[in-house]
């Protein structure tokens, strides 16, 4: 961290319950300086860097504060936050599209998101929705728990701890690629892929691996979500099979699979049953990236 960062990146971040129904976040936007694969670069934050973790349970109404404090000038200093796959029913104000739902939020003011989620749960994430901006970093996530989860007899473990992100990274600000592509026609391939906000790049230092830790015979909600600007990510885990049981807040009858593919935005919950001997195995999620010919040429998550 840069040390001009260094009381922006302190500001503790809270997610607390006032009474039952309402959940107050506050959500600062910020410009920090970070480092996932090893490249220091300046980008956004939104909350923490990979993304604040929002939780709420079915019925709620959530409230979020997003602070504005935005100053680098290399990338977008306005911003907004769309919800990625909640239903705004009666609540279009708070979808969050810069210029369709809302005007952006000007560097150094704030906007309150309130809506009630109803009845949906599941996994969802939310990012930045102005211009290309989501990219330099303003994302992250957001599950909404069910009390009476019609599947919870699947699973033992489902927190914080068994949702996953995968995230395209760039060492470019989002602006800066996306007049390069306007010039060339060329999409950007990304310098590295993101599990759980590390990675590595061709050449770059070999930042520590994502570990999750697990215990023999107990059964995982991993819930998958890829927060990218655009590649996709296949994953598997050596060794295992796993159930799907939910895609994009539908829960799903279970289907055992080895592999699947998931593209920008879309969102799984599987079942994994830590039922394989006591060993290290690999979470593989290579990426693909639509468009180039050259393939994740430089992540390294391209095992
Ligand atoms: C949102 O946060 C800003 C900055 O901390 C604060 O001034 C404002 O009162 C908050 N708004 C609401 C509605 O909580
Ligand atoms: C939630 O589902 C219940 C039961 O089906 C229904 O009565 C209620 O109207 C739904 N609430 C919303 C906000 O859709
Ligand atoms: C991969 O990295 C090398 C060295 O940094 C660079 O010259 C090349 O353009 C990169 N390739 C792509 C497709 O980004
Ligand atoms: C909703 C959304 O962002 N869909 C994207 C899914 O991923 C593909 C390829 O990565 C994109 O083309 C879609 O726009």
């Known amino acids: 961290m840069g040390s001009?960062?260094?009381?922006?990146?302190?500001?503790?971040?809270?997610?607390?319950?006032?009474?039952?129904g309402d959940v107050f976040v506050d959500l600062p936007v910020t410009n920090a300086i970070v480092a996932p694969d090893g490249f220091s670069r300046s980008a956004i934050q939104a909350g923490t860097f990979p993304g604040a973790h929002i939780v709420a349970m079915k019925g709620d109404t959530l409230h979020i504060n997003v602070t504005n404090t935005l100053s680098?000038?290399?990338?977008?200093?306005?911003?907004?936050?769309?919800?990625?796959?909640?239903?705004?029913?009666?609540?279009?104000?708070?979808?969050?599209?810069?210029?369709?739902?809302?005007?952006?939020?000007?560097p150094g003011s704030f906007y309150q998101y309130n809506f009630p989620v109803g009845n949906q749960t599941g996994t969802y994430w939310f990012h930045s929705h102005l211009s290309t901006q989501y990219a330099d970093g303003e994302r992250g996530t957001l599950v909404i728990y069910d009390p009476d989860d019609p599947q919870k007899n699947l699973w033992d473990v489902d927190d914080a701890s068994t949702v996953i992100t995968l995230a395209d990274w760039y060492h470019t600000p989002a602006e800066q690629l996306m007049a390069q592509f306007k010039a060339d026609g060329h999409e950007p391939v990304p310098a590295s892929g993101l599990f759980n906000g590390v990675g590595r790049y061709n050449g770059g230092p070999a930042i520590p691996w994502s570990v999750i830790n697990v215990v023999?015979?107990?059964?995982?909600r991993l819930r998958i979500i890829n927060i990218s600007a655009f590649a996709a990510y296949t994953f598997s885990v050596d060794g295992h099979v796993f159930d799907v049981i939910e895609t994009d807040g539908i829960a799903t009858v279970p289907l055992t699979v080895s592999s699947f593919v998931i593209h920008a935005a879309q969102r799984y919950s599987v079942v994994l049953n830590a039922n394989q001997a006591p060993q290290n195995y690999w979470i593989r999620t290579p990426m693909t990236v639509a468009g180039s010919s050259s393939l994740c040429a430089n992540a390294s998550v391209c095992l």
């Open 72 to 106: 680098d000038p290399t990338m977008r200093r306005s911003t907004s936050i769309h919800w990625h796959g909640l239903f705004q029913d009666r609540t279009a104000s708070e979808d969050g599209p810069a210029f369709v739902n809302q005007c952006p939020i000007a």
């Open 4 to 20: 001009n960062f260094a009381t922006i990146a302190l500001l503790p971040f809270f997610i607390f319950q006032v009474f039952a």
């Open 216 to 220: 023999a015979g107990k059964r995982y």
